[in-house]
């Protein structure tokens, strides 16, 4: 599709206050939208929401509380009049082998990355289908290719993906169309902070290339913002990821056959590995949950 203006367009991006979240918003209001933040962070938030060149605001909110979220749409729709577009990006991250994981954290990967985007599209909607908007959902190479040591990173964003081509073919007649954004490792502080990790960072530095670098964000962004523009179905913050999808059929025999010669290497190190979340946003996941 030819690309939309975004000048005027409400767009709410949610895990707002730091890595892909923080660009995309910063690089949407740069193109003339309007932008309500949403995330856990209200001063991180509160910073990004002051340097932004358009109309914004922001949410002190978990994707994951239903309420929460519906109230913070009601909200948005109030303050701005409008939601053009939603970005569920809010997404955290755990790794390590699963038999040794820690449940909570694992469960809370796959609350955040997949139930939090579904009450993130249940809250905002209605709001949606109002204006005939657009719905990105943000995805992953893991929802494509599974990998060992991230069981619940890969089912959540396998979910996600499943979840966001569904609502594609439930909304489309009501003139929403829904997105899904694909990224391969991008430096971002969940990127940072799993590579802090010494058998995670060189497991990951193992992968074959291209899969074994960390991108630049900005580019990645750049591209979601193109797919954005153009209302896509799929977007791709690397471009060589495109190319993932005809051989996706293919990857979990191969993953499977290599992964079992990888953990071998691994084994006498893997008691070691770190099991929690992430990353600076896994720590403000957890202390908001502890604090509330």
Not at 20 to 27: F, S
Not at 63 to 82: C, I, K, L, N, P
Not at 92 to 104: K, N, R
Not at 257 to 274: D, S, T
Request: proline share 4%; charged share 25%; aromatic share 6%.
């Amino acid at each position: 599709m030819a690309r939309r203006s975004l000048t005027g367009r409400v767009a709410v991006v949610t895990g707002a206050a730091r890595g892909v979240g923080e660009l995309l918003a910063r690089r949407l209001a740069a193109r003339g939208a309007r932008i309500a933040l949403v995330g856990l962070e209200p001063d991180e938030l509160e910073k990004v929401a002051s340097g932004l060149p358009t109309d914004s605001a922001h949410w002190h909110a978990d994707v994951t509380d239903r309420e929460a979220m519906s109230r913070t749409a009601r909200e948005v729709r109030d303050r701005f009049g409008a939601v053009d577009i939603v970005v569920a990006n809010a997404g955290v991250a755990a790794g390590g082998p699963f038999t040794d994981s820690d449940e909570a954290a694992w469960r809370r990967v796959v609350e955040v990355n997949l139930l939090g985007s579904a009450t993130t599209a249940r809250a905002f909607l209605p709001a949606l289908i109002e204006s005939r908007g657009y719905l990105l959902q943000i995805a992953s190479l893991a929802s494509i290719t599974p990998a060992p040591m991230m069981t619940a990173y890969c089912a959540s964003k396998a979910g996600v993906e499943a979840f966001a081509h569904s609502l594609r073919a439930e909304v489309g007649h009501q003139g929403v169309r829904v997105g899904v954004g694909y990224l391969s490792w991008t430096d971002t502080d969940m990127v940072r902070g799993a590579d802090q990790d010494a058998v995670m960072r060189e497991l990951r530095g193992r992968l074959p290339w291209p899969a074994n670098r960390t991108y630049p964000l900005g580019p990645a962004v750049d591209r979601i913002v193109a797919g954005i523009e153009r209302r896509s179905f799929h977007v791709y913050g690397q471009g060589w990821l495109r190319g993932m999808q005809s051989i996706r059929g293919c990857l979990p025999s191969l993953i499977g056959a290599v992964g079992q010669r990888e953990m071998r290497h691994f084994a006498p190190r893997l008691a070691g590995v770190r099991t929690g979340l992430v990353g600076a946003g896994g720590a403000a996941d957890e202390r908001a949950r502890a604090e509330g």
